[in-house]
C-alpha cells in the first residue's frame, strides 16, 4: 500500500478551490474537497489508475480526474510513495503549472 504525501502546494491548489467555491456554496465547497481527497486515497491501493503525463528521473508524474478536476501526482514505484503535486480545474492548461 503507497504512502500519500501532500506537498503544500497541493495544499494551497485545494484551499484556493475551496474558497473561491465557498463564496457561493459553503457546503459545496466541502463536498467537493471531501471528494477530491477521497478518490486521492484510492491511490493508496491503485497508485497506477491515473494515465501517465509525464516520466521524471524520480518516478511518474499521473493525473487522476475527480470531475472537473485533475489530481496531479508523482509515483516513486521505488519508494512506494505518491506526492500529490496539485489540484487543477480541467480548463486551466496544466503545462503551465507542473514545470519540467
Do not use: C
Not at 467555491?21 to 484510492?42: F, H, W
Not at 489508475?49 to 514505484?77: N, P, S
Amino acid at each position: 500500500m503507497a504512502e500519500i504525501r501532500w506537498t503544500s502546494e497541493a495544499q494551497t491548489w485545494l484551499k484556493d478551490i475551496h474558497d473561491y467555491i465557498a463564496e457561493d456554496n459553503p457546503s459545496a465547497a466541502a463536498r467537493v474537497l471531501q471528494g477530491i481527497y477521497e478518490k486521492a486515497q484510492t491511490l493508496r491501493q491503485f497508485p497506477d489508475i491515473g494515465y501517465v503525463y509525464r516520466l521524471e528521473g524520480e518516478g511518474e508524474i499521473r493525473i487522476l480526474l475527480y470531475g472537473h478536476y485533475r489530481i496531479a501526482y508523482l509515483r516513486r514505484k521505488e519508494k512506494g510513495t505518491i506526492d500529490i503535486l496539485g489540484v487543477f480545474h480541467g480548463a486551466l492548461d496544466i503545462d503551465k503549472y507542473i514545470v519540467k
